[in-house]
């Protein structure tokens, strides 16, 4: 069926470190993928998103690639900010185009100073 | 200019009781959806409606029924709650339903407590 799989967290970097969350996807064709972020007390907000294989989603310095192959979407950042602390959720479209979302289980980011 | 509401954000009360969770989109989209946030942030789908009409019902406990007065309102109605009620409730709309890339626009949250 359906799934997401994230690496799990937390995940503590120092500022101006390298970002990579891992996702991988199960789903039936190829559904959209989106990467979604919630910064604490908040709901959640669309970071980025790719609709087919080989685009690339990018917002904020942030960077995602659509990997049919290997049924991935790893989110990167060059340099993250005490700012980007959050939870990240990777997403997908699921298989039965009703436009339910099908998540991952969240990577909890804390950057510090 | 909040564009998806919900109310209220924090909501305690006791075993048994029946609550209420009222959400409102300005967005201007027909489509609307309740998730369910337990503790370990794990977010999955309850509800969605197009236009005023149920498009997703994942089996959840009957004991819960989403009503849409129209395309901008989707209230969640709780009889009886439990303990394993207790989440953070997220409201969210879209342009249309199953939309290819159609982004979804959440709310707030409520936190439910059940005691």
């Known amino acids: 069926g359906d799934s997401v799989t994230q690496m799990e967290g937390p995940v503590t970097l120092s500022e101006e470190a390298f970002l990579t969350i891992n996702c991988t996807y199960t789903a039936t064709g190829y559904p959209s993928l989106f990467w979604y972020v919630q910064y604490p007390g908040e709901g959640l907000q669309l970071l980025l998103k790719a609709t087919k294989a080989d685009d690339k989603g990018s917002n904020k310095g942030f960077e995602a690639t659509y990997r049919k192959e290997t049924t991935s979407f790893h989110l990167e950042k060059g340099s993250v900010q005490v700012s980007d602390s959050a939870v990240y959720f990777c997403a997908h479209g699921g298989s039965s185009n009703t436009g339910k979302l099908i998540f991952g289980q969240g990577t909890t980011l804390q950057v510090k100073p | 200019d909040t564009a998806v509401s919900q109310t209220p954000k924090y909501l305690v009360t006791q075993m048994g009781n029946d609550k209420s969770i009222k959400c409102e989109q300005n967005?201007?989209?027909?489509?609307m959806y309740w998730y369910k946030q337990d503790s370990k942030k794990f977010l999955k789908i309850m509800f969605s409606y197009n236009n005023k009409e149920l498009i997703i019902n994942e089996t959840v406990p009957n004991r819960f029924s989403p009503k849409s007065p129209d395309k901008a309102h989707l209230n969640l109605h709780i009889n009886s709650l439990e303990l394993g009620d207790s989440a953070v409730y997220f409201c969210?709309?879209?342009?249309?339903?199953?939309?290819?890339?159609?982004?979804?626009?959440f709310g707030p949250g409520t936190r439910l407590t059940v005691l």
């Open positions: 969210a709309s879209s342009q249309v339903s199953g939309g290819i890339g159609d982004t979804q626009y």
């Open positions: 967005l201007g989209h027909d489509t």
